[in-house]
Every structure is written in C-alpha cells, then in structure tokens.
C-alpha cells in the first residue's frame, strides 16, 4: 500500500523532497510553495518544484511559465525552467484541458504524480518542493505515498482552526514516516501602509499553542501583502522581495 | 427540469426567497448570508435563513444554535430561533452526523431542500436567506431551482477573479429567471487599528468595472474585520454592530 517509488528518474539525484499541504484550498498554499522554492533558489540550491495541485494551475502562472510544456529527451521528460533556474513540472502543464482536472480522482492523480517521479528528468537537485492537493484526505495522502519525502510543511491560515489541520497533518505524516518540518502561517497579519502598525486581521492566532502541543516548529508567518498579491496575480513570483521571503529557509 | 415546488408549506407565507451564491469556499458567504439575516431583522423584518451549505455547517453555529433540533409540530417541522427571533433551518440539524455531509451529492441536497421548503412551518416571513453551496456548479444550481427565488446576491471576494465569479452567477440567474440583485465584495480591504487607515490588503478591486459590465450593483464591501471574526469563532453573529450591517441592507 506504502510503494514509494525511490529510484526516480535514473537520470536525476533528488537530496531532499519537500511536501507542502494544507486544511483546505484557498490559504496560500501554492503561493508559500513557490515562495519557498524562490527562497531556496536565490541561497543558491538547485531546486525543482512539482505541482501536484489540480485547483488552479497556479504554480506555472506564478513562475511566468503559463504556456510553457515538458519537452522530451533521451533522458526523460524534460522540466520547464523559470527565469532563476527553478525546474518546474505541474499536472497542468501536461493537459489538453486543465479545466477537465478537477475530476480526476485520487488514484489517476498519484499515477500521474508516479509517472512524474520515474520519467522526469530533474538532473541534480538540492531540493524538489512539492505542491500538494489541498486538505488532509486521502488524495494529498495517496500522492504523498508515492514520493520519499523529506518531511512536510503545512501552511495555515488564522481564519481556520489551525489546530485540527496541524493534527491532521501530524497523523498523514506519521503514516508517511516523516516528520512535519514545520507550520508556515500564511495572511497572519497585516501591516498598515500608512503607520506601519502590524495587526491580526483575523483576530488573535493561537498558531504558538498549536505548534508547542504538536511539537511542529513555527517556521514563518507571512502577512497579507498586497504587493506579493500584485506578483501572484502578474505571474512574477521571482520578483519576491527579500522580506517575503525572510525566515522561510534557515 | 425547472420544477419550483412553489407552494411550500400551507401554514406558511414567504414573501421573499434570497440565494446567496459564491465563487468558491472561504470567501465568507455563510458569514454575509447571516449578516444579511441581522440586517434585515434590525430594520424589523420577519425573517429566516435557510442553510444548504454543507461546508462546515456554519449558519447554526453563528447563530449560537448548534445543539439546536427542528422541532415537529401539527403544522410542520418547526425551526431553531435565534436570539432575535431569526427562524433558523440547516441540512446540518437534521443530520446526526454532519461530517457526512459532504458525501451528499446534489440531486440528494435538493431533494432535502425541497423537503424543507415544504415540510418547514415558516409562518410569515418578509425574507427568507438562503445560503447555498458554495460554487457556480450545478450543485448550488439545483438547489436554487426548487426554490421560488426573488433574486440572487453573489458574495465575492478580492483574491479571486470576480469577473469570471460573477459573470457565471449571472448565467445561472438568466437560467432561473431571476435576477442578480447585487454584489458583496467581503474582505475588501483593512482598517488599521492604529490610524484608521483604510487600504485594500489584496490589491485594488476591479469591482466596479464588473458590476458596471454585468449590471450588478455593488451592494456593500465589508472589510477585513477581527472583531467580526472574533463574533463569528464565538457563534455570537447577532452581536454584529451597526458597522457591520451598514449598506446590507437599503
Ligand atoms: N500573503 C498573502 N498576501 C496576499 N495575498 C495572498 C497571500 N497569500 C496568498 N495570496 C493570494 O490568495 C489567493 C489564494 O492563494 P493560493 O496560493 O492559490 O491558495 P491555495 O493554493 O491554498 O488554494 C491567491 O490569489 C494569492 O495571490
Ligand atoms: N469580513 C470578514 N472579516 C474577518 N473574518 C471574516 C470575514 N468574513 C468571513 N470571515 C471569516 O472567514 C472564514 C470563512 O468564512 P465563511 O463565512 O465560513 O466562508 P464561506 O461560507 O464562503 O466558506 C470564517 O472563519 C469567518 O469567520
Ligand atoms: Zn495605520
């Protein structure tokens, strides 16, 4: 049931893959995924993103990469590369109809995301961030199992009940064997343009209990910023500033 | 196809059916649908809400009544009433376990909505709220087809793309035959705490240009509120000050 496909590619050597879940759609997620591999990739890593999201075909659009298809080689399937070097493969960019995803259930999604895994030929990478489906059910879970992950990263949001998503993903990666790297809080606040006054827009966060009872380190809180809302939008996630990307990494 | 079960319960007199639609989840349209309720019941109205939202079945908890049960009577089943004396009726209070909610499909939605449109004692009513699944599917679709609707307001918000939100609540009105009454942009911007500042956390809103193409009037924007959020986590939403009620309602 647990068949980890461990020899990707033989092409390709993948240190450290890297799952990115969340509670349910609409938090960020796939917007703290790129974040994290635009973070990686400017400390000099080589890094490989894969988008196993079918809501929104966003992780393409972010990285400019929008028409963008695998091309194919000797060596497998090759990755469309963004403008900093970022390695990027989503579901959606080997469909006719992307809109035709969101019927695809479970088990063709973990197929696709296998096939991925063994015909793409990432080449050396320090690190693959991984864009899960969104929510703790079995379809995130069963993607997971297909991969020898690192560990997992989960991104919250202070409109939900951050503890029983925390819990949620505790339990997946238990079941996975690997640890929650950490909690990333996405929107936690806002910061006045006009005072710089910081303040929770969603009212108090309680993401510090949370992370103390699950023993799943805070690793970032990111506020609601209408300029990283500009680049998503424009598809320039690469232009992230230093302070968006401040704490995500080490 | 188009079957409206227009006669609903005899012991009772509706004078006016309003579908709250939404693009996605997450946008707050269970939030505004109940503040629409307030509105209209500070300004003296008699009024009820209808819940076919089975995402989170949130509208009993707003309301303080979540161990609430539909009373039966000779005249019908009888609803929860708020503390305002709003008529409260949810898929969720009828289902010993709401977690299974999620597994009903549509025909299965509308079949109980059609249920309780005519099985529900409402007595008189000046409005009756319906919060609809969320999504321009045919799920919430269905639902609104057994209903004989006055009008349908979308709720939107900044983060997503309204025009393509709002341009298929428009369709979907034309298929009812009814009209889009307006839209709500919920977290529209942020009021700092500090200097009163006003700015839109998600960027600007292109709001108008789409209520001008589509000819839905922007009924209200609501901000980004942690007191409001502080009132919905505490199910005390008919605590909502007249801040923000403002607009809802003319
Ligand atoms: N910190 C933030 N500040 C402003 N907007 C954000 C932020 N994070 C995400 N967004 C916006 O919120 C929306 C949802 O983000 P997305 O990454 O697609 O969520 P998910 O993958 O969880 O569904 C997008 O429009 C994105 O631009
Ligand atoms: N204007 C607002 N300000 C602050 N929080 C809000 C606002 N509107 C909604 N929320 C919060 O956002 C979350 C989602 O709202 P909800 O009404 O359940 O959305 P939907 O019905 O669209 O899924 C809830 O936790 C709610 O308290
Ligand atoms: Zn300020």
Not at 164 to 172: E, G, Q
Not at 181 to 205: D, T
Request: charge should be negative; proline fraction near 6%.
């Amino acid at each position: 049931k647990f068949v980890v496909q461990k020899n990707g590619n033989e092409h390709s050597n993948i240190k450290n893959v890297v799952a990115v879940v969340s509670g349910k759609g609409g938090v960020g997620k796939s917007t703290v995924s790129a974040l994290l591999a635009v973070a990686l990739r400017r400390q000099g890593w080589k890094v490989g993103i894969l988008d196993a999201d079918l809501t929104g075909a966003s992780i393409p659009y972010l990285f400019g990469l929008k028409t963008a298809k695998l091309g194919v080689s000797e060596k497998g399937l090759e990755p469309a590369v963004s403008t900093l070097g970022i390695k990027v493969v989503s579901i959606a960019l080997v469909m006719d109809n992307p809109e035709n995803a969101v019927v695809w259930r479970g088990p063709l999604l973990s197929k696709a995301i296998e096939q991925f895994w063994s015909d793409v030929h990432w080449g050396e990478l320090d690190y693959l961030v991984v864009d899960m489906p969104p929510g703790t059910s079995d379809v995130p879970l069963t993607v997971m199992q297909k991969l020898p992950l690192k560990g997992v990263v989960v991104v919250t949001s202070p409109q939900e009940m951050a503890r029983s998503v925390v819990k949620k993903a505790v339990h997946m990666a238990e079941l996975l064997k690997v640890p929650v790297l950490g909690v990333i809080e996405n929107m936690s606040y806002a910061v006045c343009p006009n005072c710089g006054h910081r303040f929770a827009v969603f009212g108090p966060s309680h993401l510090e209990e949370v992370a103390v009872e699950f023993g799943t380190p805070v690793i970032a809180q990111i506020p609601i910023d209408p300029v990283l809302a500009e680049l998503t939008d424009a598809g320039r996630i690469e232009d992230a500033t230093p302070s968006m990307l401040d704490n995500l990494v080490g």
